[in-house]
T-cell receptor
Framework: GQNIDQPTEMTATEGAIVQINCTYQTSGFNGLFWYQQHAGEAPTFLSYNVLDGLEEKGRFSSFLSRSKGYSYLLLKELQMKDSASYLCAVKDSNYQLIWGAGTKLIIKP | IAGITQAPTSQILAAGRRMTLRCTQDMRHNAMYWYRQDLGLGLRLIHYSNTAGTTGKGEVPDGYSVSRANTDDFPLTLASAVPSQTSVYFC?????????????FGEGSRLTVL
């Protein structure tokens, strides 16, 4: 079966750095997405990786290793507004999105 | 403001009743999707439409139907609601030809079936 694994919950301190991991087992690979979802709101697109390596976008970076079936989302200089759930999703060989259950990130002052 | 509009925002429904969740987008996106989100689970695709006039089944289509009469509207109908359909429903769209195919989501419809 197809599977996306990510930690259920993480806690970090304001101003610090946090890394949220995602491992996947899917039938084929056509890209990996990270979305941010604040409580009670819609998911919003953060990043997309299709080739190995690091993609940097301001305070957020996303890394992909296709051979290891692994990605991480790195958040720097954490702010209270970064408290949210972070969803990892992989597009499989049929271009269908397979979603992880999400990682709830709690930021403490 | 461009985007996706869902209605209703929240609804409590008796089991056995028929319910239609409305979804309208003004971005002229070709593809539209309906997902349900349940605690502890990833988003699950119910139905999708790659273009007006066509629809397809997702991962959890049973008990749901959709139509796509035009580009903008993609309603989701529960013919006879059951308690297991209690969930938050998200409508989404994506632009054809986009490199990433990123999804744009509506604000969600919270449905409780009693």
């Amino acid at each position: 079966g197809q599977n996306i694994d990510q930690p259920t919950e993480m806690t970090a301190t304001e101003g610090a750095i946090v890394q949220i991991n995602c491992t996947y087992q899917t039938s084929g690979f056509n890209g990996l997405f990270w979305y941010q979802q604040h409580a009670g709101e819609a998911p919003t697109f953060l990043s997309y990786n299709v080739l190995d390596g690091l993609e940097e976008k301001g305070r957020f970076s996303s890394f992909l290793s296709r051979s290891k079936g692994y990605s991480y989302l790195l958040l720097k200089e954490l702010q209270m507004k970064d408290s949210a759930s972070y969803l990892c999703a992989v597009k499989d060989s049929n271009y269908q999105l397979i979603w992880g259950a999400g990682t709830k990130l709690i930021i403490k002052p | 403001i461009a985007g996706i509009t869902q209605a209703p925002t929240s609804q409590i429904l008796a089991a056995g009743r028929r319910m239609t969740l409305r979804c309208t987008q003004d971005m002229r996106h070709n593809a539209m999707y309906w997902y349900r989100q349940d605690l502890g689970l990833g988003l699950r695709l119910i139905h999708y439409s790659n273009t007006a006039g066509t629809t397809g089944k997702g991962e959890v289509p049973d008990g749901y139907s959709v139509s796509r009469a035009n580009t903008d509207d993609f309603p989701l109908t529960l013919a006879s609601a059951v308690p297991s359909q209690t969930s938050v429903y998200f409508c989404a769209s994506s632009r054809g030809g986009s490199v990433t195919g990123e999804l744009f989501f509506g604000e969600g419809s919270r449905l409780t079936v009693l």
